[in-house]
């Protein structure tokens, strides 16, 4: 089936410092998403991106549309202790709209 | 507004016993969803029900059986449990379109 790749797999930060993490396929999607989960909670969606090179930003977090429909990135500004958590990468094809497929995760942990 | 409520949180089992993992909505979505999460894979699609009466295969079905109860509830069950089904289980629900997830809580199921 269809696998992304997510890097970083964890990260170990200073509060204040930024963050960057990617997500790779071998496949095309039309969908890239990008999901934060919380310790003991389910996944919130943060950002949807719909066409090839868009940017799109929430706050301190901005995302990309990689322009090969390939990939995609995640940055954040400015780090604070809650950031903390993992973070997912997903993307929707339009054979598979009802499957979102799941990156690996990045593990951030934050040094206050 | 609740959101996408699970039971139980937390569950242990011996190998070869049955249990249902509840599932409820109170978003009026059509969508329905069971991941499981596992260290180091991300989250992996279970089964889905696009639409009330209608459920289907994801990556991972084999040792699951799901229903549909109604548009609320969509349920997921272990008819002979296996150590290869401790994870986490994860239900979710969307709107139409199928990107945009909205997780319940989780249930953490241990089989021994």
């Known amino acids: 089936g269809q696998q992304l790749n997510q890097s970083p797999q964890s990260m170990f930060i200073q509060e204040g410092e930024d963050v960057s993490m990617n997500c790779t396929s071998s496949?095309?999607?039309?969908?890239w998403l990008w999901y934060k989960q919380d310790p003991g909670e389910g996944p919130v969606l943060l950002i949807a991106?719909?066409?090839?090179?868009e940017l799109t930003s929430n706050g301190r977090l901005t995302a990309q549309f990689g322009i090969t429909r390939k990939d995609s990135f995640l940055n954040i500004s400015a780090s604070i202790p809650s950031d903390v958590g993992i973070y997912f990468c997903?993307?929707?094809?339009?054979?598979?709209?009802?499957?979102?497929?799941f990156g690996q995760g990045t593990r951030l942990t934050i040094n206050p | 507004n609740a959101g996408v409520t699970q039971t139980p949180k937390f569950q242990v089992l011996k190998t070869g016993q049955s249990m249902t993992l509840q599932c409820a909505q109170d978003?009026?979505?059509?969508?329905m969803y069971w991941y499981r999460q596992d260290p180091g894979m991300g989250l992996r699609l279970i089964y889905y029900?696009?639409?009330?009466?209608?459920?289907d295969k994801g990556e991972v079905p084999n040792g699951y059986n799901v229903s549909r109860l109604n548009k609320r509830e969509f349920s997921l069950r272990l008819e002979s449990a296996a150590p290869s089904q401790t994870s986490v289980y994860f239900c979710?629900?969307?709107?139409?379109?199928?990107?945009?997830?909205?997780f319940g809580s989780g249930t953490q199921l241990s089989v021994l």
């Open positions: 029900s696009a639409s009330e009466g209608t459920t």
């Open positions: 978003m009026n979505h059509n969508s």
């Open positions: 979710a629900s969307s709107e139409v379109g199928g990107e945009k997830l909205f």
């Open positions: 991106l719909y066409k090839a090179g």
């Open positions: 997903a993307g929707q094809s339009f054979q598979g709209a009802q499957k979102l497929v």
């Open positions: 496949s095309i999607f039309n969908t």
